[in-house]
């Protein structure tokens, strides 16, 4: 039976097919990205012809790529996919641009340096998104900063703010 097209699925579709579009431009073969997806590179050859059948794709089969190429939950569904970011998120983000502008790196060589999107980089470090553990470790390792550090000095940002904010308040 023949599933009936989806313009949605077929969204979801081109986010994937963008992913491996990426890896075939870094030199990736068909072999290696169907060993990679768990398909054959016929099919791998298909879906980069662009030939309908990839929008048609099960939801486990979905999955299972996105988690093979590091597909990010909101690469498809947007900044919705992140809960909203802590105090502490924000301020852990204030200092990783602080690190980043110092050590002079643009948005888009995080994002290779990270396999993020330059989109992703650009909220996470902006205080739009909250980290997730994976994110934190890669951004630190990546800026030569030790994570538990960055983690300490944020938490006390956040309580040193929050103590001058309660005496304001109290002043008043």
């Not at 990205?33 to 030939?51: A, C, M, N, P």
Request: charged letters at 30%.
């Amino acid at each position: 039976m023949n599933k009936k097209y989806d313009p949605e699925a077929a969204r979801i579709w081109g986010v994937i097919l963008k992913s491996i579009r990426e890896l075939r431009s870094t030199g990736a073969t068909l072999d290696q990205i169907g060993k990679l997806l768990g398909v054959g590179r016929d099919t791998v050859s298909r879906w980069l012809r662009e030939e309908r059948g990839g929008e048609r794709t099960p939801v486990s089969d979905v999955l299972r790529y996105m988690h093979a190429l590091s597909i990010h939950p909101a690469d498809i569904f947007g900044e919705a996919a992140y809960p909203p970011p802590s105090e502490v998120d924000k301020q852990v983000a204030k200092i990783l641009k602080g690190t980043a502008d110092a050590q002079a790196w643009e948005y888009s060589d995080l994002a290779i340096s990270t396999r993020l999107s330059e989109e992703e980089v650009k909220n996470y470090l902006e205080g739009r998104i909250s980290f997730t553990a994976d994110v934190l470790y890669k951004m630190c390792k990546v800026l030569s900063q030790d994570l538990s550090a960055i983690v300490e000095r944020a938490v006390v940002l956040v309580e040193t703010s929050s103590e001058i904010m309660s005496h304001k308040r109290s002043a008043i």
